[in-house]
């Protein structure tokens, strides 16, 4: 994955608090859906875990069969309050703004 900016992101080491609130998830989720890989899963809950405790609001995601599926469980249940944005659907900023649009454009006017 050499196409994404990791400059920008800042990486969180993995701590004992993030492994105790993965577990507390992985319970509350009790059994993952029938093709889903083990070590998938446990490390979606791990991501989850983590951004829960580092108070994160989104996730961003390709793939909405596995980490968002167990978001979107989670949040139903009112363990998480986490927001999945799919890129497979493009990205769009009003996701990071309540909903608001841009209400003009970005070209300056002359």
């Known amino acids: 994955m050499t196409d994404r900016p990791l ?18 998830l992985r319970r509350e989720v009790q059994q993952r859906d029938p093709g889903d890989r083990r070590d998938v899963v ?5 991501l989850i875990a983590q ?13 909405e069969r596995t980490i968002a599926m167990y978001v979107w469980r989670l949040n139903g249940s009112g363990q998480s309050s986490l927001r999945v944005v799919l890129l497979a659907n493009g990205f769009d ?9 841009r209400l003009l454009d970005d070209q300056p006017q002359t």
């Open 93 to 101: 900023v009003s996701w990071f703004n309540n909903g608001q649009h």
């Open 51 to 63: 951004a829960i405790c580092e108070s994160v609001t989104h996730v961003l995601t390709e793939d």
């Open 42 to 46: 446990k490390e979606d809950m791990k």
């Open 7 to 24: 400059r920008c992101f800042v990486v969180q080491p993995f701590n004992i608090y993030h492994a105790m609130t993965a577990e507390l």
